[in-house]
């Protein structure tokens, strides 16, 4: 089917929606929405960006604007819609505190009836309306996907961002979102490594939901773009030659071309926020925590509080032994593929480079002994048989000692006074720990 076809078939009378959403804070998530709003704009659309995030309008800070007013006093009924809109470059329009919309949910039938449908009437003068939704796994942002005609998970290339988009991403599928996200690389260092980033977790969804992901595109890591935030100057204002804002008319390229594959919508935002809110009132009794979110926060609390604990400068270094033993035990109890992915997940995320070189070559002589004890012999012939004689000459011991060299060079480590216990320890690789 082409491009023109599909197009043919969306609703002229509503927008195209899209909800920009991340798995954790951090990703660039607001700075890509922002960007791509006004490229839209700059290229001739009515665009409306809806800032979801908080009711503190990170959105309209990012182009030097300070509401007075956000949706909330919509909702409380001190002032009309149009008159919290704020107008930035490019005919631009921005809603700040568009998370408010939740509260629509708890407000009685007519009120909620009179905010959703001034918010309906306000979306149909649009062609493109962006959700800079919050960053996690809050009701509102689940709500704000939902709402969307596409979402698109911002990702980079830190192991964090990518598992906590799995995690958002699972959450949606249990909750019984059907459509397929599309995931957008930011900070990427080129096109290699955006493609690797999306493969890695595309790889995760297949394995673990069953599903594939789509590939919108990929931001550049760009000094530019992180000077522009704090310039309140966004790259979408930059000259159309400028690298850094041209690779966001690529963005709206790659977005145009996902939005003619989609199925037609029957329904707008407000359409749908006024369906939840009917499926609400018919059940008053809030739905359970789904048991992967609940299980997520609590992990997510202890992980704070060991942070805390072990960053503080008087942290004792036996406390750090104890806390890096108990989880490499708990990880153990299911010592399974992804538990061993998660190991060397970990190690490949460590700051190698601030690490002595020293240091780094003795981590790397451990690894390599670890990797020789937990691999297969060679050869399984027992040195005592047939061919051997009593009183022959000791066959030395490869597989506790290592090569012959490596041998000699522990011997020349170790001080003359070293007691015959421990040198026989740090020959097998199980040296004590020098006191403090």
């Known amino acids: 089917m082409t491009s023109s076809s599909s197009t043919s078939k969306h609703n002229p009378d509503l927008p195209r929606t899209l909800a920009i959403a991340g798995g954790k804070g951090g990703v660039g998530k607001t700075s890509v929405a922002l960007n791509l709003a006004l490229t839209l704009s700059r290229l001739g659309h009515r665009v409306l960006l809806l800032d979801g995030d908080t009711d503190l309008a990170n959105v309209s800070i990012l182009v030097g604007l300070y509401p007075k007013k956000t949706l909330a006093d919509v909702i409380s009924g001190d002032c009309r819609i149009e008159d919290v809109l704020l107008h930035a470059d ?158 966001f008319h690529t963005l709206v390229d790659m977005l145009e071309v996902r939005l003619s594959q989609l199925p037609p919508r029957k329904a707008g935002i407000a359409a749908y926020w006024y369906s939840a809110a009917r499926r609400q009132a018919r059940s008053p009794v809030s739905a359970p925590v789904v048991p992967a979110e609940s299980a997520r926060q609590t992990c997510q609390r202890a992980i704070d509080q060991l942070d805390t604990v072990l960053a503080r400068d008087d942290a004792d270094v036996m406390l750090r032994y104890e806390a890096f033993n108990r989880l490499f035990a708990l990880l153990g109890r299911t010592l399974d593929g992804d538990a061993i992915e998660i190991v060397q997940t970990g190690l490949a ?48 011991d490869r597989v506790s000692f290592g090569d012959q060299e490596r041998l000699l060079q522990v011997l020349r480590e170790q001080p003359a006074d070293i007691a015959l216990d421990e040198l026989l320890r740090s020959l097998a690789g199980k040296a004590r720990k020098p006191r403090s």
């Open 349 to 396: 995320a460590l700051p190698w480079e601030r690490v002595p070189a020293d240091l780094r070559q003795r981590m790397a002589r451990h690894l390599r002994d670890l990797a020789d004890q937990l691999a297969a012999p060679e050869t399984a012939a027992d040195p005592v048989g047939e061919d051997h004689e009593t009183g022959a000459e000791p066959v030395y």
């Open 90 to 247: 490019y005919g631009l329009h921005i809603v700040p505190g568009a998370s408010g919309v939740q509260a629509c949910m708890d407000l009685g039938p007519e009120d909620s009836a009179r905010v959703l449908g001034a918010l309906a009437r306000l979306e149909r003068r649009y062609d493109y309306i962006l959700i800079d939704t919050a960053a996690g796994l809050q009701a509102t942002t689940l709500h704000m996907i939902a709402a969307a005609e596409l979402a698109c998970v911002v990702v980079t290339p830190d192991p964090a961002s990518l598992t906590d988009a799995f995690s958002l991403i699972k959450v949606l599928r249990r909750r019984g979102y059907r459509r397929r996200p599309s995931i957008l690389v930011n900070m990427a260092q080129g096109a290699s490594q955006a493609r690797s980033v999306f493969q890695r977790l595309d790889a995760a969804a297949r394995r673990h939901l069953g599903d594939s992901l789509h590939y919108l595109g990929a931001i550049w890591r760009d000094e530019t773009l992180r000077q522009s935030v704090l310039t309140q100057r966004p790259v979408a204002l930059l000259p159309a030659s400028d690298p850094s804002c041209r690779q």
